[in-house]
């Protein structure tokens, strides 16, 4: 029975650039990728024989721009994204239903193809797992604006956030 398995590579790139001595940017870009095995799947059986697998691929951007006013006054505006997007507990076993004598079962999604999970009061369950295949893709978007400003021996900031969450799921 093969273990798990993880395989995962990163990289990440920053740019800065200055417009002028008040104004100045910066961009960071970010991604992960993985490949990735479990003999024992999620919602499974503790049998070995009917693990999964799947892959992952994380995204993030930042943009930020910092402008100066005066030697009292800044400002910040930054905007993010951030992306998970996967499609995971992936059936590895593609006995079908009619390879183990089963005939008329089809199922709706042909990456979830094989055997059955099969309960028996008393005994461990086997066959694939119900809980997949798994497909999502979540998108995070951000935006940030604030002002500072300081006046003698105050420190005032002011500013706003607006953060917008989408989960699609499959």
Known sequence: VAGNSLDRDQFSIR???RFSDKNSM???YFNEDQVFTDPFAFGGSTIPGFGTSGDLR???VVVSDFHTFSSRTVNEFRFS???RDTLSVIPVNKTT???LG???IVPDDSAALGPPRIDIIGFSNFGNTIQGPQGRDDNTFQFVDNVSHNRGTHNFKFGGEYRNYYQNQV
Request: glycine letters at 12%; aromatic letters at 16%.
């Open 97 to 99: 239903p009619a390879d």
């Open 26 to 28: 910066f961009v960071t």
């Open 15 to 17: 740019g800065d650039h």
């Open 81 to 83: 994204w951030h992306q």
């Open 58 to 60: 994380f995204t993030n």
């Open 102 to 104: 089963i005939e008329g």
